[in-house]
Structures are given as C-alpha cells and as structure tokens.
C-alpha cells in the first residue's frame, strides 16, 4: 500500500463495502434504539477484510493516524485503527519499547468513547491494556474503571477483559475482584465477560480460588455470568452451582 495515509486506509476498506452484509451487522451488534450499539454505522465487512488491510498498512501507520481512524463514524474504520495500535504495542513490547508501549496505552484509554462495542473492545483491550498492566505491575486505572458510578459499561468491560493476560501471569486474584463488582450490573454484556473472564481462571488451573469465589458469590451471580463461569468443568458440578443459585 506503500505510505499509508487515513485517507488511503479508509479508502481501501470502503471499497469493500457490502451493504447487504452491512444490514446484517446492523441487527447482530444491536444498533437500534435503546440498544447497546444505538446509531453505530457499518459498512459490511468482514473480520478477515479487515485484518488483510491492518497486516498491509500498520508498519507504515504513524501511532497519531491510527487514533484518527478509531474517531471515524464507521464501525469497521474503527477497528482496523484498533487493530493497528496492537500491532504497535506488541512490535513495541518485543523491542522493550516501555515508552512507546506507555504512549500507546494512555492514546487507547483517551479514546474510550470510540471501544463502543463488544468486538472493539475485546479485539484490542486484552493485547494492549492487559499487557500494560501485567508490564506495568499497574491495574489502578482499570480497577477504577470497573466502577459503574463513574464509567460506562465499555470502559467496565474494557477492564475485565483484560484480566486475561493477568491470569496467565498468575494474577487471578484481579478477575475476581472486577468480577464481583460486576455481579450487580444491569448489563448483560458485563456479565457475560466477567464470566469469560472467570471460566479463564478455571483454564489456566485456579480451579479451587474459582470455586471459592463461586462459594461466596453463587447467590448473587446473574446467570449468564454462572454459566460462562461453569462452562469447562463436568456436567455434574455445573449442575451443582446451578442448583446453589436458584436456591435464592
């Protein structure tokens, strides 16, 4: 693509642009009125269309252009922006570039608003806020983002999303503690990543610190989140904690 310029990023990904397909997103990532995802706009791509134009122009993409697309209107022009700050924080990190990797991460928590979906999130927190903290030895941004008095449901899941990178660095004590704050969210959406997030724990072998969470929390945990929380141990242990919380 040679220099790659906002202009020659934007250009190439709406070339692709399926209106049909568009429709389609429109209805799976919840636009309507009320809605998660009110008013986003997409364009109709599809996640390998987008990662060819991010593997073609990130190299040649300055930090500063990146966090233009991610203002875009565009669902899809938001995340090739994304996905091309990954690429700069995990190019950074195999260069020990810590002052980089620090600049990239405040860029990407300042444009908070733009992470307005759950792909968007979950396609860039993890590699890039998840790294920064288990680096950093720092979660104090993200444990105040948890804090649905003062942040919104994205930045929330921004924050427990991350856990994944602690846990595999034996942190696991941090997805819990975001996991509980989320108990009592109204927000489907929260509940199904803190119980991703906790079914992580479970993966990577913190099975007894996961059922001693369950053991305090089982009452009070919205299903969905039990559920993903469950979904790797046998069908008669799920049963078990299912039965533990319709006992309320």
């Given at each position: 693509m040679g220099h790659s310029t906002v202009t020659d990023i934007e250009s190439a990904l709406?070339?692709?642009?399926?209106?049909r397909h568009a429709r389609q997103l429109l209805r799976f990532f919840k636009t309507g009125p009320g809605e998660y995802g009110e008013g986003d706009v997409f364009i109709g791509l599809r996640n390998p269309q987008i990662r060819m134009v991010v593997k073609?122009?990130?190299?040649?993409?300055?930090?500063?252009?990146?966090a233009t697309l991610v203002i875009s209107p565009f669902h899809e022009v938001r995340l090739c922006g994304l996905l091309i700050m990954v690429e700069h924080?995990?190019?950074?990190m195999k260069w020990l570039d810590l002052g980089y990797m620090k600049e990239i991460f405040s860029t990407y928590t300042s444009m908070h608003p733009h992470i307005?979906?759950?792909?968007?999130?979950?396609?860039?927190?993890?590699?890039?806020?998840?790294?920064?903290?288990?680096?950093?030895?720092d979660t104090s941004l993200m444990d105040e983002w948890i804090n649905p008095e003062r942040h919104t449901m994205w930045q929330q899941r921004i924050s427990m999303v991350s856990t994944w990178i602690l846990t595999r660095h034996n942190r696991p004590e941090v997805c819990f503690n975001r996991a509980k704050v989320l108990l009592s969210s109204p927000h489907d959406l929260l509940h199904k990543a803190g119980g991703w997030m906790l079914r992580e724990t479970w993966k990577k072998g913190y099975r007894t610190d996961l059922r001693n969470f369950l053991e305090e929390n089982v009452k009070n945990m919205p299903g969905i989140m039990l559920s993903?929380?469950?979904?790797?141990?046998?069908?008669?242990?799920?049963?078990?904690?299912?039965?533990?919380?319709?006992?309320?």
């Open positions: 709406l070339s692709m642009a399926d209106e073609e122009a990130w190299k040649e993409t300055e930090l500063a252009d990146a924080y995990l190019r950074a307005n979906n759950w792909d968007l999130v979950d396609l860039s927190a993890i590699k890039i806020v998840g790294n920064h903290e288990w680096i950093n030895y993903y929380a469950c979904e790797q141990m046998s069908l008669d242990e799920r049963h078990d904690w299912q039965s533990k919380r319709k006992t309320v």
